[in-house]
């Protein structure tokens, strides 16, 4: 199994920047590439940000060119740098790392608040 645990949220004011932080430990081998989902009160769950085996990216478009996402193999660290924030970023943060096998599940956070005031 893996375990994911995410820091860093908080509460920060518009264009602002905050870095979360998603710590992987367990079967790390079983891990093929790591992202960031948000959800909102009363929204579906959605993708943020997606780094690849080889280190290529994935963006939403609401997000490109603010936040930049980021892994350390060495650490089993994935990160999410935030910039320019907006209220419209207020969710609960949660780190997903997907199986190299379509037998496992994918791997989820507890989820990390963040929260933007205008």
């Known amino acids: 199994q893996v375990q994911l645990v995410e820091s860093g949220g908080g509460l920060v004011q518009a264009g602002g920047s905050l870095r979360l932080s998603c710590a992987a430990s367990g079967d790390i081998f079983r891990i093929k590439d790591m992202g960031w989902y948000r959800q909102a009160p009363g929204k579906q769950r959605e993708l943020v940000a997606r780094?690849?085996?080889?280190?290529?990216?994935n963006y939403a478009d609401s997000v490109k060119g603010r936040f930049t996402i980021s892994r350390d193999n060495a650490k089993n660290t994935a990160y999410l740098q935030m910039g320019s924030l907006k209220p419209e970023d207020t969710a609960v943060y949660y780190c997903?790392?997907?199986?190299?096998?379509?037998?496992?599940?994918?791997?989820w956070g507890q989820g990390t608040q963040v929260t933007v005031s205008s």
């Open positions: 997903n790392a997907r199986p190299y096998s379509y037998i496992d599940p994918d791997y």
């Open positions: 780094i690849f085996n080889g280190g290529s990216t």
